[in-house]
């Protein structure tokens, strides 16, 4: 079959077979969109940017919370040729800004909620067209419900090939300026197959998709629900207590969310009272979650899945396997990322790219049709990732006997005291262990004697009254001489982006230089 064509079938299966059923329900407004009026709205989309004049290649930008237009827009991509990029709108407005203007989208579909930034987007794109996506429309722009009010596009697809780019999808910017990796056809339809295999996904999954709709974890675990007939869930702003109604209520099937998700869900009061019964999977990506956070779901019998991914490999490399994980398993596994999924190839290599001794720590690479192309309009870091056919992800991670995986921490976040690579995750998952915190990160700073000293960060409980002496002492008690960090400092909070990962470039602008951070 030519790509084209497994393309089209990729996009408008469900729509065919299942018209009827639910594809999207929006949880706030308690709209619920079928497979039949996503393609037809998407074919709609469709329609008005080839009217305005859009051809392959050209970018089409998305600023938005969750809803279902998301996915009307992704499925207008393969009939027009065109590229989504989807932005996170709580950058800065300078990053924001440089984005925009290198990406150069010709049409951009924001939701009123963003008017006081898209009015700064309009200066620094003047040859763009604004479509806003609700009713609110405070520039008189076109209307979205005009644009649904035309006949879809009953015209030939674009054609394209497997390698052709769908998506720009950005990277956090954890560590500084964002950058836009190209999502191919290949990468989602290899994204969405793996986890549909991997998972087991059927159209009786019913799924809350927390994630928001710039990060990549979000569209490929999305669109498995939808590759597979089932329903996704949306909802504008992330409410603890809202979601324990939905799981029970809507009789959610699977839960996919970032530690912090969880954490805020096992500390409400609802949590013990919450009917757990139809879910059979519970996922977790974006960072390593403690086994704290994983207790509470364990004693309701849930099986609790970490997922390892990136942007730039596809959010499914490792997961411990859904079929064949107990959760005696899962507590003898607790903080292991799991073993290589379906379509990925995973090696852990030293500083000469030779593979390590298991045991040994090391960087994760990886090789997968789910690896993005490459990075947009920028083919130095393009050649520094993707090295003959495989991801360098700069992770360090260690495989224990039994082919377990376990990611150590970021490689350039590992620090040298004395000649010896310390890995702060860790520490962090030791300091995490604690009832009293709430929240920790462990980063190296500069130390004229040992090269690097390790410096604690750690947010309280809510309640809870401990002194940085009394954690250091507690520190010293448990871990080797060498990995007990120089400084602890006690803050009200460490800065995180939407899907829990630390800023770490502003961590260091405000913390790394003095011990107090002053």
Sequence with gaps: MEDSSL??????????????????????????????????????????LKMMGLEKGDRVALCSRNAHWCFELLYAMPVTGTVLTTYNIRLKSQELNSLLVCEAPKVLFYESFYAEKVSQFKLALPDTLFVVLDDDNPFGDIAYRGVLDREPWNGAWAELGFEDICMLCHTGGTTGTPKAAKISYRSIFYNTLNQVLEYSTTAFDIMYVSFPLFHIAAWSTALSILQSGGCIIFKKVFDTDDTLRMIENERMTIISGSPAVYQRLSKSPLFDKTDFSSIRCVRCGAAPPSREIMEPFWKKGLVFLNVYGMTESGTGILSLPIGSTTIDTLKEKAGSAGKPMIFAQVRIVDDDGNDVRPGEPGELLVKSGMLFTGYWQNEEETRSALQDGWLHTGDMARCDSDGFYYICGRKKHMYITYGENIFPLEIENFIMSWPETADCYVFGVPDKERGEVGKALIALAPGAALSE??????LKGQLSTIKVPRYIQIVDHIPRNEVGKVLTSEVYERYSLHSKGE
Excluded: C, Q
């Design 7 to 48: 393309l089209y079938s990729f996009f408008v299966n469900r729509s065919v077979r299942d018209p009827e059923r639910t594809a999207i329900f929006e949880y706030d407004s308690k709209e619920r969109v079928t497979y039949r009026e996503l393609v037809r709205n998407a074919g709609r989309v469709a329609a008005f």
């Design 469 to 474: 002496d009394e954690i250091m002492l507690r």
